[in-house]
């Protein structure tokens, strides 16, 4: 599972508009990646790509990153 999490940032940080927009999330645009059950959430615009959180998908994504 952390190989396939290593994989899919490394591709993100190449590609960082792959994910899907959640501005919902934060004051800021967020992009949302899935790695089977977990969520990449991460900042399209920022280089290196700034990696917020990786958090299981059926966590409250909402809750946890209102303050962000």
């Known amino acids: ?3 396939e999490l290593q994989y899919a940032m490394q591709k993100l940080a190449e590609t960082p508009g792959m ?3 959640r501005e919902d999330l934060a004051d800021e645009s967020l ?3 899935r790695v089977f059950s977990f969520l990449v959430i991460y900042r ?3 280089s290196p790509l700034h990696v917020i959180r990786v958090l299981h998908g059926a966590r409250d994504l909402e809750g946890l990153l209102g303050d962000e």
């Open 19 to 21: 994910g899907h927009v």
């Open 1 to 3: 599972m952390f190989t």
């Open 31 to 33: 992009r949302v990646w």
């Open 44 to 46: 399209p615009d920022t």
